[in-house]
């Protein structure tokens, strides 16, 4: 069983930044996809960016030139960098990562914004 550790978050006011870190722990082999979803109170589950492991990236539109996903393969991390936060980017944030054909998520990390 893979178990993804979750770090980051917290509170920021608009026009701020965060960065979110997650990282799979032990030796873990054959991880794809690493990457992050966000669930808004009353909302469902949406996709914020995901990044494979030769590097190509995948963005929602609604965070496109504000969020950067990136990852360190040797340590199993992927990190997001959200810059220029607005409200409406308020939500609990999960990591998920796709390893040997499954699914993994992460506890998730509140990431509030708000002055």
């Known amino acids: 069983q893979v178990r993804l550790v979750e770090s980051g978050g917290g509170l920021a006011q608009p026009g701020g930044s965060l960065r979110l870190s997650c990282a799979a722990p032990g030796r873990v082999a054959g991880i794809d996809v690493m990457g992050w979803y966000r669930q808004a109170p009353g909302k469902q589950r949406e996709l914020v960016a995901l990044?494979?492991?030769?590097?190509?990236?995948n963005y929602a539109d609604s965070v496109k030139g504000r969020f950067t996903i990136s990852r360190d393969n040797a340590e199993n991390t992927v990190y997001l960098q959200m810059n220029s936060l607005k409200p409406e980017d308020t939500a609990v944030y999960y990591c998920?990562?796709?390893?040997?054909?499954?699914?993994?998520w992460g506890q998730g990390t509140q990431v509030t914004v708000s002055s």
């Open positions: 990044i494979r492991s030769g590097g190509s990236t």
């Open positions: 998920y990562s796709h390893i040997a054909f499954r699914d993994y």
